[in-house]
C-alpha cells in the first residue's frame, strides 16, 4: 500500500518562507508531484520528482528523497494568494495520482 | 488552448438514479483520469483511459464506471447512486503518462439527496 502523510494545517506570515512536508511508505512509485488547490477549484500542477534532489522553480521548490520515504515543499516570500491546500501525490502506472490528504496553509498579513 | 471542460459543473440526484459525467480533454491530451474529492477521503483515484482503453482502475465498486471516445472525451457514469456518492469529480488529462503533469478540470459537483 501506499501511505502518504502531509500536516493537516499550517499559518505563515506574509513574506515569510515555509515548508510543508509529505512522508510516504510504498513498494514503488515512478515520481512524486505537487499540486495547490485554492477552495473550491481544481487542482493546479506545482512540481514533479522523479529523482532526488531538489528542483526550483521560481518561488516554489520541491525535494525528493527516496531513501528516506520524504518530500517537501518549499514556499518562498509568501503572498496572501498562497493561502491554499497543497497536495503531494504519488505517481503509479498510467498516470494514478495517489494523494495525501492535504495541508492547508493560510498565510497571514 | 482551451483547457479541460467538465459538464455539468453542478448536478442534484436521488438515491437510486444514475448519472454521467462528461470530460473533454485539452486538445492532443490522449490520457483522461478521473477522481473524487470528498472531504473524508479527499481525491481518489478512479480510472484512466487512453485511446479509448481503461488502463488503470482505483478501488470503486463497479457502480462507477466510464469510457472514452475516439476524439479523447471520456464520460463516467455511476449508476445505483448512493448519499456517499456526494462528492466533487474531478477529471485531468495528460499527453501521456508518468512524468507527464495532470491538467484538472473544474471538477462536476455531484450532490446525492
Known amino acids: 500500500g501506499q501511505n502518504i502523510d502531509q500536516p493537516t494545517e499550517m499559518t505563515a506570515t506574509e513574506g515569510a518562507i515555509v515548508q510543508i512536508n509529505c512522508t510516504y511508505q510504498?513498494?514503488?512509485?515512478?515520481?512524486l508531484f505537487w499540486y495547490q488547490q485554492h477552495a473550491g477549484e481544481a487542482p493546479t500542477f506545482l512540481s514533479y520528482?522523479?529523482?532526488?534532489g531538489l528542483e526550483e522553480k521560481g518561488r516554489f521548490s520541491s525535494f525528493l528523497s527516496r531513501s528516506k520515504g520524504y518530500s517537501y515543499l518549499l514556499l518562498k516570500e509568501l503572498q496572501m494568494k498562497d493561502s491554499a491546500s497543497y497536495l503531494c501525490?504519488?505517481?503509479?502506472?498510467?498516470?494514478?495520482?495517489?494523494f495525501g490528504a492535504g495541508t492547508r496553509l493560510a498565510v497571514h498579513p | 488552448k482551451a483547457g479541460v471542460t467538465q459538464t455539468p459543473r453542478y448536478l442534484i440526484k436521488t438515491r437510486g438514479q444514475q448519472v454521467t459525467l462528461s470530460c473533454s480533454p485539452i486538445?492532443?491530451?490522449?490520457?483522461v483520469s478521473w477522481y473524487q474529492q470528498t472531504p473524508g477521503q479527499g481525491l481518489q483515484f478512479l480510472f484512466e483511459?487512453?485511446?479509448?482503453?481503461?488502463?488503470n482502475k482505483g478501488n470503486f465498486p463497479g457502480r462507477f464506471s466510464g469510457r472514452q471516445f475516439s476524439n479523447s472525451r471520456s464520460e463516467m457514469n455511476v449508476s445505483t447512486l448512493e448519499l456517499g456518492d456526494s462528492a466533487l469529480y474531478l477529471c485531468?488529462?495528460?499527453?501521456?503518462?508518468?512524468?507527464?503533469?495532470?491538467?484538472f478540470g473544474p471538477g462536476t459537483r455531484l450532490t446525492v439527496t
Open positions: 501525490a504519488l505517481s503509479g502506472g498510467y498516470n494514478k495520482l495517489i
Open positions: 510504498t513498494s514503488g512509485f515512478n515520481g
Open positions: 483511459y487512453f485511446s479509448e482503453t481503461q488502463r
Open positions: 485531468a488529462s495528460s499527453l501521456a503518462q508518468g512524468k507527464y503533469e495532470q491538467y
Open positions: 520528482n522523479v529523482l532526488d
Open positions: 486538445s492532443g491530451h490522449r490520457s
